[in-house]
């Protein structure tokens, strides 16, 4: 079972769950190991075992040098690798479990 772990300050909010995804967004990323830890624009962050995310799979499969070339779609709405072809968006992240 993979697990999503939101770190720092909760949201204070009363938005519904489509309305605060569409509000954070990605402000930079980083790997430690097979864990990936986003800073949201809210000063959160969020860290994934991709090695727990089967849809993460071709992440897990990357070297450390696809993994570090990265770049933030315009708006921070999602990640991308390009020498991957692939990427990740936030309100994906955040939706695997309730923010708190």
Same mark, same amino acid.
């Given at each position: 079972?993979?697990?999503?772990?939101?770190?720092?300050?909760?949201?204070?909010?009363?938005?519904?769950?489509?309305?605060?995804?569409? +509000?954070?967004?990605?402000?930079?990323?980083?790997?430690? &190991?097979?864990? %990936? #830890?986003?800073?949201?624009? !809210? *000063?959160?962050?969020?860290?994934?075992?991709?090695?727990?995310?089967?849809?993460?799979?071709?992440?897990?499969?990357?070297?450390?040098? +696809?993994?570090?070339?990265?770049?933030?779609?315009?708006? &921070?709405?999602? %990640? #991308?690798?390009?020498?991957? !072809? *692939?990427?990740?968006?936030?309100?994906?992240?955040?939706?695997?479990?309730?923010?708190?």
């Amino acid at each position: 079972m993979w697990e999503l772990q939101i770190l720092q300050k909760p949201i204070q909010t009363q938005l519904p769950m489509n309305q605060i995804d569409m +509000q954070l967004h990605a402000t930079t990323a980083n790997f430690v &190991g097979n864990i %990936l #830890y986003i800073k949201l624009s !809210d *000063d959160r962050e969020i860290s994934v075992l991709i090695d727990s995310v089967p849809w993460l799979d071709w992440l897990r499969k990357a070297t450390p040098e +696809q993994r570090a070339n990265w770049s933030i779609e315009p708006g &921070g709405f999602a %990640l #991308y690798w390009e020498d991957l !072809d *692939d990427g990740i968006e936030v309100c994906h992240l955040l939706g695997m479990q309730p923010l708190i």
